[in-house]
């Protein structure tokens, strides 16, 4: 016990907790599994499924922070690379049925010693593994941390509080300028919507400025009929041993009461079967300031006492004021925060030597594994640290997030059983399908001309409310294109991209009308 105590003196109290538990032996709150997995997103998820299948007779464990766990539902393979899909919040125990040999626990990571391949949790349980997965997914970057006034949202807790301040709302104001902000801005009715975007056109992450102005009507147009209610099974969380069903978002959660644990991401239609109506009577009203961000927040006592509230005399009273860089003050009920995500490797990385990008994911290399012996990643946590090919890139979207779950199981997989493994065909080409402002959006390739500096022309074809068609051509052969609406070129444009056939010949007849496409190349 003298060594224990010599060792507890250098080193911090989990590592401490974590000698008592090595001296002592085997412990009711120390678990060995073979295959350990910690997240229960999309990434996760998928990877211990495929572990579990793959390993049969093997104990798997994930461990997620959340009560509910995302799985894949609806899968539908559209083309060679397109995949569409939904995503389901379901309870662990629904997981556990379907794999016998997996056990979700329900308790967040604390710290990581990866010499010892021994994690322990925020409920000093400790669990040794041969092989680690981590897909703990990615945070908001909040523009300010602890502000009641100032949502980000990522998960369902998130989500619900972001509703509650909503149904309470004459005005918000929107920051950021990519997929959850542009699903925002058109889904919200009954609030004005002040949208601030530091770039010259909406949806830049995902858009040209023409697609843009395709889509800006949207903004101003009154909203179409909606389809049937989505009719999803929903889960409580109001008690660890019900798993009762619901129909009402507003029971859900994805964090333990009180732990201030991030749950996993949202899925590509959480909106759907959520009320986001504010207080007005309004339908629709978005009002974008271009070329700007945030510069300083004001609550309403502290608004009060700046020189802005004598300069600004007519803004009312609200409960926060956002003054932006381009010298506008606006007065609202509160502030969403929708400025991207930060890889979410803290628990990590204290005494490890992990090899973090510049974006501080986790750099992994071709298959899957970071720069620590048997410990792979996969997800928004990771970052591709291989050569990529000329037609894909990483964006921390739901597609790649399933798609490197899976293949980080591959890879573990190939790993125990000496076998030989290849990058997989998925990341061979940039392929995303998704629904902004209620067009289909299809992305391939080097859509927005990433990269490929001005050594790239673009073809465009427009129908106004109806369709939206850019093609990047380099060198005469298709790099990326972006589809708007039910184009039904998807396919064919892929097929293009991939065999890099020399399109010169065609010019501006390649995206003729007239012209049927899909048989011309079939």
Known sequence: MSNIR??????????????????????????????????????????????????????IALLTAAPLVKTVTNFRQVSKTLEDFSVEEQPASILEEKYPNLKVIQSAVKVLHAKQHVLQTENRQVFHYEKLCLCSGARPKLLIPDNPNVLGIRDTDSAQEFQKHLSKAKRMVVVGNGGIALELVYEVEGCEVIWAIKDKAIGNTFFDAGAAQFLIPSLEADKPEKALPCKRTRYTTASKDDHSQSSDVSTQGSTAEGSGELGSALGPDWHEGISLRGTEEVSHRVHVEYECEIKT??????????????????????????????????????????????????????????????????????????????????????????????????????????????????????????????????????????????????????????????????????????????????????????????????????????????????????????????????
């Open 297 to 522: 927040i004001y609550s309403q006592q502290d608004f009060m006492k700046s020189p802005l509230h004598t300069q600004e005399t007519d803004l009312g009273l609200w409960p926060v004021y956002a003054h932006l860089t381009n010298g506008k003050t606006f007065g609202c009920d509160f502030i969403v925060s929708a400025t991207g995500v930060v890889p979410n490797t803290e628990p990590f990385l204290h005494g490890n030597n992990f090899e973090l990008a510049d974006d501080r994911g986790l750099k992994v290399n071709e298959h899957m594994l970071t720069s620590v012996p048997d410990v792979y990643a996969a997800g928004d946590v990771c970052t591709a640290g291989w050569e990529p090919s000329a037609l894909w890139q990483q964006m921390r979207l739901w597609t790649q997030a399933r798609q490197m779950g899976w293949y980080a199981a591959r890879c573990i997989v190939a790993d125990v059983l000496e076998e030989p493994v290849e990058l997989d065909f998925c990341f061979e080409l940039f392929s995303h399908i998704t629904k902004f402002f209620n067009y289909k959006v299809v992305l391939l390739g080097k859509f927005n001309a990433q990269g490929l500096g001005s050594n790239h022309e673009l073809l465009v074809r427009c129908t106004k409310g109806h369709e939206y068609v850019k093609v990047v051509l380099s060198g005469g052969r298709m790099m990326g294109a972006i589809l708007i609406g039910e184009t039904d070129l998807e396919e064919t444009f892929e097929n293009l991209i991939l065999n890099q056939m020399d399109l010169s010949s065609y010019g501006e007849e390649l995206l003729n009308p007239n012209i049927d496409i899909e048989d011309y190349f079939d």
């Open 6 to 59: 010599w060792a507890c003196e250098k080193q911090t109290e989990e590592y401490c907790f974590f000698l008592v538990c090595v001296m002592a032996g085997t412990s009711e709150s120390e678990k060995r599994f073979r295959f350990v997995v910690v997240g229960g997103g999309i990434a996760g998820v998928t990877c211990a499924e495929q572990l579990a299948l793959q390993f049969p007779s093997e104990d």
